[in-house]
């Protein structure tokens, strides 16, 4: 790989930002928003992508994790770095159509690529990707907020993640895989109603059920969860496939908790919250034991 000519040749095209100093500095000018805040996520092959998913589809799954956190702070996605250390054994055709993912939803999702750094190593690819918000309200929304008699609150299908790994690994169900390899975010009026509505926000990452005890624990509440009321991608009358499929972890949808009585768009209420502390499942109007396993742990 010759790194200067592949970056003027894939990456600088996709730099559109006054602050990037068309990459010919060592530092970038961040834009000075009111409130900035900044999150950053990895990817490292065979662990958070297959080694033979499309490495378009690796690098817009990069771009969507990255911004799912931002929403579920109730904030706009801003400005990004990104790194990338690269195998010596994939090719320049790879390296292309991993870059033009990246630029695809550095369009969709209106985010400026200001820098970042390029090497290459023996492998595995591993992909990180630093991004800044913008805050929509008057402060970020974070996990340590919820109060009991608030309503429980998720966007989108849970689950995909799950099914859509192993229709991938199966080498069947394009439809669900795609849905592993990209995941389908909420719209960014999902994360205004974040920054109106929210007394608690954070993103489903590692299973809907290890992400709702992190966010009881940070609150220092219960939370109930009505495991009926749970949008997923394939329902089921089969207790242990809904469980399975709320702690596969790749959702990247919205967990929030606001006032029971709100209407929200985007979001389907699925329990509440309560006094004490930890979390409790329901089923069929019946208490369910937690699984051993709650979600994924790195």
């Given at each position: 790989?010759?790194?200067?000519?592949?970056?003027?040749?894939?990456?600088?095209?996709?730099?559109?930002?006054?602050?990037?100093?068309?990459?010919?500095?060592?530092?970038?000018v961040?834009?000075p928003?009111?409130?900035?805040?900044?999150?950053?996520?990895?990817?490292?092959?065979?662990?958070h992508?297959?080694?033979?998913?499309p490495?378009?589809?690796?690098?817009?799954?990069?771009?969507?994790?990255?911004?799912?956190?931002?929403?579920?702070?109730?904030?706009?996605?801003g400005?990004?770095?990104?790194?990338?250390?690269?195998p010596?054994?994939?090719d320049?055709?790879?390296?292309?159509?991993?870059?033009?993912g990246?630029?695809?939803d550095?369009?969709?999702?209106?985010?400026?690529?200001?820098?970042?750094?390029?090497?290459?190593?023996?492998?595995?690819?591993?992909l990180?990707?630093?991004?800044?918000?913008?805050?929509?309200g008057?402060?970020?929304?974070?996990?340590?907020?919820?109060?009991?008699g608030d309503?429980?609150?998720?966007?989108?299908?849970?689950?995909?993640?799950?099914?859509?790994?192993?229709a991938a690994?199966?080498?069947d169900?394009?439809?669900?895989?795609?849905?592993y390899?990209?995941?389908v975010?909420?719209p960014?009026q999902?994360?205004?109603?974040?920054a109106?509505?929210?007394?608690?926000?954070?993103d489903?990452?590692?299973g809907?059920?290890l992400?709702?005890?992190?966010?009881?624990?940070a609150?220092?509440?219960?939370?109930?969860?009505?495991?009926?009321?749970?949008?997923?991608?394939?329902?089921?009358?089969?207790?242990?496939i809904?469980?399975?499929?709320?702690?596969?972890?790749?959702?990247?949808?919205?967990?929030?908790?606001?006032?029971?009585?709100?209407?929200?768009?985007?979001?389907t209420?699925?329990?509440?919250?309560?006094?004490?502390?930890?979390?409790?499942?329901?089923?069929?109007?019946?208490t369910?034991?937690?699984p051993?396993?709650?979600?994924?742990?790195?």
């Open positions: 790989m010759q790194e200067a000519e592949w970056i003027d040749r894939y990456i600088k095209p996709l730099v559109t930002s006054k602050g990037a100093f068309e990459l010919t500095d060592d530092v970038a961040l834009t928003y009111e409130t900035t805040i900044v999150t950053m996520d990895t990817l490292v092959e065979a662990v992508f297959l080694a033979a998913d490495l378009d589809t690796v690098g817009r799954k990069l771009l969507r994790v990255n911004i799912s956190d931002i929403y579920a702070k109730g904030a706009a996605p400005e990004a770095l990104l790194s990338i250390a690269w010596r054994h994939r320049e055709v790879e390296f292309a159509a991993l870059m033009a990246i630029g695809d550095l369009e969709a999702f209106n985010v400026s690529l200001i820098g970042g750094d390029l090497v290459t190593t023996d492998g595995p690819l591993i990180s990707l630093t991004l800044t918000g913008q805050i929509i008057p402060a970020a929304i974070h996990r340590n907020g919820a109060k009991a309503g429980i609150f998720v966007t989108g299908q849970i689950g995909f993640g799950d099914v859509g790994l192993a690994q199966r080498g169900c394009e439809d669900l895989a795609a849905r390899r990209v995941p975010l909420a960014l999902a994360a205004a109603a974040v109106t509505h929210a007394t608690a926000s954070m489903i990452s590692d809907l059920l992400d709702a005890q992190r966010l009881c624990k609150s220092r509440v219960g939370l109930v969860l009505d495991l009926d009321c749970v949008p997923l991608a394939e329902p089921s009358d089969d207790l242990a809904v469980i399975r499929q709320c702690t596969g972890g790749d959702d990247y949808q919205i967990l929030m908790t606001a006032p029971a009585d709100r209407d929200l768009t985007n979001f209420r699925i329990g509440r919250v309560v006094e004490g502390d930890g979390l409790g499942l329901k089923w069929r109007g019946n369910v034991d937690l051993d396993i709650l979600g994924f742990l790195h």
